[in-house]
């Protein structure tokens, strides 16, 4: 039923050409604040104004086409402008790879660690990129991608974004099935960031949030030998991310269910990412930690 009722109200977003008749954008601002502080205050209330710190870790489960990928993920935040994700997957038997993305402030930074995998070299793409793009945008591009991930999650956990990514909120109208009501809330920031954001009238939590993107240009290639066969399979990788570059922008909606009280902090425990109404993320969180110690020094890159 409830899959039905967030298609449903995919369906009526869908059919939103305008705010609401007689409304302008400075009534649409404040009602969008109205409804904000409503749903922090259902998220915790001065609980969630006292958050400095988080930790949060769950197992994944990702599809990319046939194949599927499943391993470890972990989050740490430290409010308000810093958090990492630290992901562990196998792509294959006998290799682990372990993927870092940070927000510390202004900076953006990955690292890609890797054990095992017989000798050879996997490289795991994500975001921008192509055989002809300027690597200074490329690089920019990147971490656009990386701040909005971590400003989505943020949105959808916690009702708020790193410091450093600013967000604007403005009613955007009344979603409607036959299960119940949900108010719909633009967001947009920075770098053109645009998401929609949909809050359930009955328990005023973040029920869903949906925007636009490429599909995942995810791209995994395993490089053995010598340099010159190293060389040739870099060049294939910026060949098809170039295609895929050039694919139209398609919807994305991601989930939010299994709320439970941790610390007096109302947390969804599952999260759940579709593309085109295909499922292809699953998160299931195991473990939250509200306020931990955690140190500034953990999100400089070494």
Same mark, same amino acid.
């Given at each position: ?127 921008? %990129?192509? $055989? ?5 945008? *490329?690089? &920019?591009?990147?971490?656009? @991608?990386?701040?909005?991930?971590? /400003? +989505? ?19 955007? %109208?009344? $979603? ?5 009501? *949900?108010? &719909?809330?633009?967001?947009? @920031?920075?770098?053109?960031?645009? /998401? +929609? ?106």
């Amino acid at each position: 039923m409830r899959e039905k009722f967030l298609i449903a109200i995919l369906v009526v977003a869908a059919a939103m050409t305008e705010l609401f008749p007689g409304v302008n954008a400075q009534d649409a601002a404040t009602k969008a604040q109205q409804l904000i502080n409503q749903a922090r205050a259902a998220l915790g209330g001065d609980k969630l104004k006292s958050l400095r710190s988080l930790s949060a870790t769950g197992n994944y489960r990702r599809t990319f086409g046939q194949m599927e990928m499943s391993g470890e993920v972990n989050y740490d935040l430290l409010l308000p402008d810093k958090m990492m994700k630290t992901e562990v997957m196998s792509p294959m038997p006998s290799l682990e790879i372990t993927r870092i993305e940070t927000i510390n402030g202004e900076e953006v930074w990955e690292d890609q660690q890797q054990h095992g995998g017989g000798g050879g070299m996997v490289i795991i793409r994500r975001g921008p %990129g192509g $055989a002809n793009a300027d690597p200074k945008q *490329a690089q &920019a591009a990147l971490q656009q @991608g990386v701040r909005s991930d971590f /400003a +989505r999650l943020l949105i959808g956990w916690l009702l708020t974004t790193p410091s450093s990514f600013p967000v604007e909120y403005s009613y955007a %109208g009344e $979603a409607e099935s036959p299960d119940g009501k *949900a108010d &719909a809330l633009d967001v947009k @920031g920075p770098g053109g960031f645009a /998401a +929609r954001l949909f809050l359930d009238q009955k328990t005023h939590r973040p029920l869903m949030l949906t925007y636009n993107g490429k599909k995942p240009r995810v791209i995994t290639q395993t490089m053995t030998g010598p340099p010159r066969n190293r060389e040739d399979a870099e060049k294939r990788v910026k060949e098809m991310e170039t295609e895929a570059a050039k694919q139209p922008d398609v919807e994305y909606r991601i989930n939010l269910d299994d709320y439970r009280d941790v610390n007096g902090i109302s947390f969804p425990h599952k999260l759940t990412r579709s593309i085109e109404n295909e499922v292809n993320e699953e998160l299931e969180i195991t473990k939250v930690k509200i306020n931990p110690q955690i140190k500034p020094e953990k999100f400089v890159k070494k």
